[in-house]
């Protein structure tokens, strides 16, 4: 059975957001012969936004693949895919935050990140250990939850702000 985890609500939220509350004033405060221009990529930078935080991951009984969108290809983001007889082990390595990623590293020496911004993320681990035989124990999130809600919050605290602004 074929399984898909979405990339994370709440790091897709943020994101766009974050977005919105940075760019949506540029079309309302450029001049008058820019307003067009900037309508045009407003929206283009919108869907980029929208199209980059689409990834997926793809599990079934043989293997798991990552899967990238359109535009996170041409950023230089890559698709791969993993038999599960092929990964060796997971290993962590620290980030310059505080926190870990990790790695599946298989037995031909390659290393390909594990996702850790997808639904479902308990799920998805227990696939892996289920299929692997590997422990999962410690791994989590690259970032707790509230961050992304906390970045959500702002967001939007600064769009209202921003049309309150407009508005009056």
Excluded: H
């Excluded at 309302?28 to 199209?51: D, H, M, T, V």
């Excluded at 990623?101 to 799920?123: I, W």
């Amino acid at each position: 059975m074929i399984e898909k985890f979405k990339t994370l609500f709440f790091v897709k939220s943020s994101l766009i957001s974050l977005y919105l509350a940075l760019t949506i004033p540029l079309p309302f405060i450029s001049i008058e012969k820019l307003k067009i221009p900037s309508i045009i990529i407003f929206a283009i930078g919108l869907y980029l936004i929208i199209n980059i935080t689409s990834d997926y991951v793809e599990t079934c009984s043989n293997k798991i693949s990552y899967k990238s969108s359109f535009i996170s290809k041409l950023l230089g983001r890559k698709n791969w895919e993993i038999f599960w007889k092929d990964i060796k082990l997971i290993k962590s390595l620290p980030t310059s935050q505080g926190s870990k990623v990790y790695y599946f590293n298989t037995f031909q020496g390659d290393n390909f990140l594990v996702p850790q911004r997808v639904e479902n993320f308990e799920k998805f681990l227990l696939i892996v250990s289920s299929n692997t035989g590997i422990a999962i124990d410690g791994i989590s999130y690259i970032s707790p939850l509230w961050t992304y809600k906390l970045l959500t919050l702002l967001s939007v605290l600064m769009i209202i702000g921003e049309l309150f602004a407009f508005l009056t």
